[in-house]
């Protein structure tokens, strides 16, 4: 009924930029916190960055002062720009979110993308 998919990964040397895309579908009502995660092998997933409804953000320590989390409520869409990456930034980035449906009105469910890759080279 709501689909997260992501978009903006990609292989890109040590120093470079990327920008990650998350896009919300299907009948919602309401976007609570939106969230990039990331994997990286071997490792447990971790949270990069949120972002509340109103816009209020927050990063992991790793990434503060490279990373900036951004939204467009009209859009349904979560943004996350990457710059200055390292090859400790290697992992599937995945969205998260909290999502107010249509058909559950009184609660807000958490979906997950599919993930995107990122590959930093050195």
């Known amino acids: 009924q709501v689909q997260l998919v992501e978009s903006g990964g990609g292989r890109v040397q040590a120093g470079g930029s990327l920008r990650l895309s998350c896009a919300a579908s299907g009948y919602i009502v309401s976007i609570n916190a939106m969230n990039w995660y990331r994997q990286a092998p071997g490792k447990q997933r971790e949270l990069v960055a949120d972002i509340t409804s109103s816009g209020r953000t927050n990063y992991a320590d790793s990434v503060k002062g490279r990373f900036t989390i951004s939204r467009d409520n009209a859009k349904n869409t979560v943004y996350l720009q990457m710059s200055s990456l390292k090859p400790e930034d290697t992992a599937v980035y995945y969205c998260?979110?909290?999502?107010?449906?249509?058909?559950?009105?009184?609660?807000?469910?958490?979906?997950w993308g599919p993930g995107t890759q990122v590959t930093v080279s050195s």
């Open positions: 998260n979110a909290d999502i107010v449906v249509a058909s559950m009105p009184w609660a807000a469910g958490n979906y």
